[in-house]
């Protein structure tokens, strides 16, 4: 049986660092229907900034 992916939607987060780096993961769109701002670690620049979604 499919597994049903509507609630949780796989999205990207851009370092605003400006280098162009970004993860995906998966976000409640029940929980956070605002766009997700997560600090993590930008190998980049060498340090933690804040990644926003971007879709």
Do not use: C, Q, W
């Not at 509507?6 to 990207?12: F, G, K, L």
């Not at 970004?22 to 993590?40: A, E, G, H, M, Q």
């Amino acid at each position: 049986m499919a597994r049903r992916t509507d609630n949780r939607p796989v999205i990207s987060v851009r370092s605003t660092a400006g280098t162009g780096y970004t993860y995906v993961t998966r976000k409640s769109r029940r929980n956070n229907p605002d766009r997700l701002v997560l600090r993590k670690y930008d190998p980049a620049v060498r340090r933690h900034v804040e990644f926003r979604e971007t879709r």
